[in-house]
């Protein structure tokens, strides 16, 4: 028994276009945007001369016309729309791969249709009417968009304004390919031209590809996300075509609207209220939909089915914060103190007691220092702690911290630290300006390979240090340029004559080897209070050999914007 009995192709195709669009939106390829987009428009001409469309909006109404001139323009402003098409889909999709900003692009609806009302005294054709004000007037379809736009903004409509970007360039697309003429330029059938079309995107996103790698670099190779991601699109575009050439064209941001709506996680929302939202803006854009859709199709029911993609996910968050709730409620108790008071009480303890114990002179600092790191102190220790007494500091003996970060580097000679500081100076790329402490003047200087502004950071050791003349030792030290971590990875073998070596790990993920090192590592059993995780040790809870969780929650893992490793 044949599904077309009960749903007719328009549905189908409809259906298509909704769900590849949303597969589209939960895969997205990122800074491979615009190579994922190059394949989608290689496979867009394979799909329809295999599948060729059933029905297309007839060309423009020029009439037929012997005169070779009037030919000659007809073809050449016809290459101009068609060209004006594929720059609309190059630039939206520019814009995808640079930002996730789509708060104004519900307001491509109501403007398509204000566009299409404008020049359709100037054409024979015009789309499919429909009953329903919400899609068949520029006020009702304005009246759903302003609570879209809103809600997708979050509410933030001036940050949300560079949008604006993106429905302009489909806005110019969708236009040239509804039936007419528009701005003087002839309508473009991209079911019978599509391989014009998709020629001139492919040369166009060439060409925003190498702009790309001029400003940020090259991108990752990920063959695998730019093939499904391709090809998820190519669908999803080959089905709207396919609606759009028996409905209108602005059924195309109509679905766009629900697949961005409904693919915002639940719990990354601010509000239960933004959750409801997004489902609403969903259900409103299904409804558009199949108001779109000619009324005798059958099976246009069947679209609604497409509402469980924002209905489940939200209904599971709020159980998922009604379990936690419920169990936040059920592990506390009027006999038991709060965690966050346990926890308080154990910090101030531990604060208090080493407060008592902080030497008060400099042969107690210095017997105390020995007693907790086995060496001896530094070099300008006692100018050190004249400084703090001078200065009131109440903490004296605590170098923890700084013990642990050289503890790896202790084994290495002074000698082949300065050669590797020396080495990695004049490394390609490093970005490290290289200071030295005059400890005589008490005065840093900083230079650098290429660059000349040192971003303060000598004026700031300066205006520390400016009352220590001859009290420091000699420094010298590594400052990197940008406010970023610079990671060091110990070689496999620990061999100290292995040269540095500087991989740019910038928009790739870091993680794997981040922690290629912790393979030894045992992860500790987390400790709870009364049930529930609390941070009780930021330096364990920040150790991400212990909490492999934290691997998708940080910029930083994902994809950092620059990201330059060391080995050594």
């Known amino acids: 028994m044949s599904l077309l009995k009960y749903v007719d192709p328009v549905v189908a195709s409809a259906a298509g276009a909704i769900l590849f669009t949303t597969v589209t939106q939960y895969y997205p390829a990122r800074r491979l945007e615009l190579c994922s987009e190059i394949v989608c428009w290689a496979i867009i001409p394979i799909l329809f001369q295999h599948f060729p469309s059933s029905t297309s909006h007839p060309t423009l109404p020029v009439g037929h016309s012997h005169d070779p001139k009037k030919q000659e323009r007809t073809t050449y402003l016809t290459k101009i729309s068609q060209w004006l098409v594929a720059a609309g889909i190059a630039t939206a999709a520019f814009y995808r791969a640079e930002t996730n900003i789509v708060g104004f692009y519900p307001a491509l609806t109501p403007i398509l249709i204000v566009v299409y009302a404008y020049f359709s005294s100037h054409t024979k054709y015009s789309d499919p009417q429909t009953q329903s004000p919400l899609i068949n007037t520029a006020w009702g379809a304005a009246s759903t968009a302003i609570p879209a736009v809103i809600s997708l903004s979050n509410g933030d409509l001036f940050g949300s304004l560079v949008s604006i970007i993106l429905v302009v360039s489909l806005l110019v697309a969708y236009s040239l390919l509804a039936p007419g003429y528009k701005f003087g330029l002839p309508s473009v059938d991209i079911a019978t031209c599509i391989e ?44 709207t075509i396919q609606t759009a050439n028996q409905t209108s064209w602005s059924i195309a941001p109509i679905i766009g609207t629900f697949a961005i709506a409904c693919t915002r996680d639940p719990s990354s929302q601010t509000s239960q209220l933004q959750g ?56 506390l108790s009027d006999t038991q103190p709060h965690p966050v008071e346990v926890l308080a009480q154990r910090a101030t303890e531990r604060y208090e007691a080493m407060m008592k114990n902080q030497s008060a002179t400099y042969e107690a600092a210095v017997a105390e220092y020995k007693r907790r790191y086995h060496i001896d102190p530094p070099p300008g220790f006692e100018g050190w702690f004249q400084f703090a007494r001078r200065h009131n500091s109440p903490i004296i003996d605590d170098f923890d911290m700084i013990s642990s970060s050289i503890a790896p580097f202790l084994k290495i000679s002074g000698k082949e630290v300065a050669e590797a500081m020396n080495e990695l100076y004049k490394t390609s790329g490093s970005e490290v300006w290289f200071c030295k402490f005059v400890g005589r003047t008490s005065e840093m200087k900083c230079k650098h390979p290429r660059r000349v502004y040192d971003r303060h950071y000598s004026l700031l050791f300066n205006r520390l240090l400016y ?15 940008f406010d970023e971590p610079r990671i060091m990875i110990p070689s496999a073998k620990g061999d100290p004559q292995q040269q540095l070596k500087l991989t740019d790990m910038s928009q790739q993920p870091t993680w794997d080897i981040l922690t290629m090192s912790c393979s030894a590592t045992k992860r500790e059993t987390e400790e709870r209070i009364h049930g529930l995780p609390f941070v009780q040790d930021h330096l364990a809870d920040s150790d991400l050999c212990k909490h492999p969780e934290y691997k998708h929650l940080q910029g930083a893992f994902v994809s950092p914007k620059r990201s330059l490793l060391l080995r050594a």
């Open 467 to 481: 009352n220590l003349p001859g009290v420091l030792p000699n420094v010298k030290l590594l400052i990197n340029h």
């Open 276 to 331: 409801i939202c997004h489902v609403f803006v969903s259900a409103v854009s299904l409804f558009q939909t199949t108001e779109v859709l000619p009324k005798q199709t059958k099976g246009r029911s069947i679209i609604w089915l497409c509402l469980s993609a924002s209905i489940i996910p939200f209904v599971f968050n709020e159980y998922m914060i009604h379990e936690a709730q419920n169990a936040a409620i059920n592990t």
């Open 196 to 239: 014009e079309i998709s020629f001139r995107t492919a040369c166009l996103l060439v060409v925003s590809i190498a702009v790309q790698i001029f400003i940020l670099g090259p991108p990752t190779s990920d063959i695998v996300t730019v093939l499904l991601s391709g090809s998820f699109k190519a669908m999803a575009w080959f089905f």
